[in-house]
């Protein structure tokens, strides 16, 4: 089975720039959450999705970022433009619990991350 | 609102030491609690759970005990070794929150031979 894939797995770009992250969750998770480690810091929930439908994204920094998961498949995140605070690794997680999201006997299945670097 | 605070990093140690990595947490109700671990290069994995007071999470020789009276889950391991370098993250998932994992800042491991 193959697991939750992000790419790129490194950008960086010039601040004012536009960026665009993509996941992959596992194929029939209908769960598929953002997070991000800024500098070092707590891993931060962004926001999640319930196959197409935002869930929740009470995590969302400010109107710059775009999260979008059309027809309930892969998603994408849009920093435009980008900071320098937005700078971090961006962990994209998918899970297939329908009743709250995450399965307290396997949890989620974790990608690898997107190491985003703004100067 | 919830939140976790776990001991900063680094942490070097020798092989075979032994290993605590301390985490608290606050929150309402019955949250359950995690150990999450970064190895170099992959992405976060799963180490150990607990759902419950008193459950004794446990994983590759780790072990975290859920402590409600302490609101305590600190990782520990009497042995470790050079492949245990890594960042560890204390997570908690509180009572219907679909499934939003809160993390503490992370505690980075380095074993020496």
């Known amino acids: 089975e193959a697991g939750v894939t992000q790419f790129p797995s490194h950008s960086v770009i010039e601040k004012g720039q536009t960026v665009t992250l993509r996941c992959d969750p596992i194929s029939g998770h209908d769960n598929l959450y953002w997070y991000r480690r800024v500098m070092g810091k707590e891993i931060k929930f962004l926001l999640h999705?319930?196959?197409?439908?935002?869930?929740?994204e009470s995590g969302m920094p400010n109107n710059r970022f775009l999260a979008e998961r059309t027809g309930g498949t892969y998603s994408t995140l849009k920093v435009q433009p980008a900071e320098l605070e937005d700078s971090g690794v961006y962990f994209c997680?998918?899970?297939?619990?329908?009743?709250?999201?995450?399965?307290?006997?396997?949890?989620?299945?974790f990608g690898s991350g997107t190491r985003l670097t703004v100067v | 609102g919830d939140s976790v605070t776990q001991m900063e990093g680094p942490v070097t140690l020798s092989e075979e030491a032994f290993l605590t990595i301390n985490c608290t947490y606050t929150?309402?109700?019955?949250?359950?609690l995690f150990w999450y671990v970064q190895y170099p290069g992959e992405g976060l994995q799963l180490l150990l759970k607990a759902t419950k007071a008193d459950d004794k999470g446990s994983n590759k020789g780790f072990e975290a005990t859920y402590r409600k009276e302490t609101t305590s889950f600190h990782l520990e391991k009497g042995s470790v070794q050079v492949s245990d370098s890594a960042v560890y993250f204390c997570?908690?998932?509180?009572?219907?929150?679909?499934?939003?994992?809160?993390f503490g800042q992370g505690t980075e491991l380095s074993v020496k031979p």
């Open positions: 997680a998918s899970s297939q619990d329908p009743r709250t999201g995450y399965n307290p006997t396997y949890g989620y299945t």
């Open positions: 999705f319930v196959k197409e439908s935002k869930q929740d």
């Open positions: 929150a309402t109700g019955y949250p359950s």
């Open positions: 997570a908690l998932s509180g009572d219907n929150q679909g499934g939003k994992l809160i």
